[in-house]
């Protein structure tokens, strides 16, 4: 069984910097979430940045240690423009 920490290591080796937070909602071991803030994003489309993340952990995909996981994914630009500035 595969772990959202594990996850979330394996998405930080593929994308270097990355900001990433990876949850177990079902604590199930086997349907996860999770949010990436990368810059590399910057340009892609929703696809290719699920693509990026999806590539990390593809083996576990294969294998079924990961059922689902549900993404949102941002680019820098678009998490910045995302936050509310508190006066």
Known sequence: MI???????????ALPNAKVQVED???DGQ?????????QFEGLSMIKQHKLVYGAIQ?????GAIHALQLKTYSLSQWESMQVQVL
Request: hydrophobic fraction near 45%; proline fraction near 4%; avoid cysteine.
């Open 3 to 13: 772990s959202h920490n594990n996850i979330a290591d394996l998405i930080r080796a």
């Open 25 to 27: 909602p079902n604590h």
């Open 31 to 39: 349907h996860f979430t999770a949010i990436i803030v990368a810059e």
């Open 59 to 63: 083996e576990h995909l294969d294998t």
